[in-house]
């Protein structure tokens, strides 16, 4: 695993990964899980099946409020990994995009979706990927589904990039996180994106989320593949 090593505190940016249209299919896709009406659950505002969410997403945004108060959210949530559109077009891109970084047929490791609010009360302090993970050599690829501004819960990236393991404690609600949070913050500049952007990294790469302070709920696709 030696010649992989190089990969490990890298980071790759890939603007238009996904494109305005594929986005649409994907979100237009997410909305139809929030108005499945074979959950009785679920009466929500809009019985439309296709959106252009990348021009006007308020009415997606109205249907996800009302699917989180139900109490079979987390259900729902933990079904958009398996979303046709997710696995059509996403997944695919991965595979080619990790086969020309790494020479070898990789493996999906992890896949899905992650949203942040304003004000989330919960945070992502600064660490590195390879805790936990059951692999030697694999990449993050971090995928904006619309714009995210400064403030907006874009991520926050270390200026030194060591390429080593380094110590990592566990916080109150036992996340992995590396020592001295305050220097680490101090030390990093936050990533912006552009709907559809790519970014990708190594497993050493130091990173959190960025504070979400104003702006609509953040989505982005969150996908670790390797060997």
């Known amino acids: ?19 305005l249209e594929e986005i649409d299919r994907i979100m237009s896709e997410l909305r139809h899980k929030l108005n499945n009406k074979r959950n009785k659950y679920f009466k929500l505002s809009s019985r439309s099946k296709n959106i252009g ?21 987390p259900k729902v949530y933990d079904s958009f990994r398996n979303l046709p559109s997710f696995n059509n077009i996403v997944i695919p891109k991965i595979r080619k995009l990790s086969k020309k970084l790494l020479l070898k047929k990789i493996r999906i490791i992890t896949k899905g979706f992650r949203i942040i609010e304003k004000n989330d009360k919960r945070s992502y302090p600064f660490h590195q990927e390879y805790v936990g993970i059951d692999s030697n050599c694999f990449f993050v690829f971090w995928i ?13 990236l270390g200026k030194h990039m060591p390429n080593k393991k380094m110590p990592h404690v566990l916080n109150k609600i036992q996340y992995p996180i590396l020592k001295n949070q305050k220097m680490w913050i101090k030390n990093s500049k936050e990533k912006n994106f552009k709907a559809g952007e790519l970014l990708a990294f ?11 302070i104003q702006g609509v709920p953040r989505w982005c696709c969150l996908i670790r593949a390797g060997i």
């Open 202 to 212: 190594g497993r050493f790469v130091p990173h959190g989320s960025a504070r979400k």
């Open 53 to 73: 969410f990348t021009k006007d997403r308020s009415s997606f945004d109205k249907d996800y409020y009302l699917a989180k108060e139900k109490k079979t959210w």
């Open 1 to 19: 695993m030696m010649k992989y090593k190089k990969f490990d505190n890298k980071v790759l940016s890939v603007k238009n990964f996904l494109s």
């Open 144 to 156: 904006a589904l619309h714009d995210i501004l400064e403030s907006e819960g874009g991520l926050l």
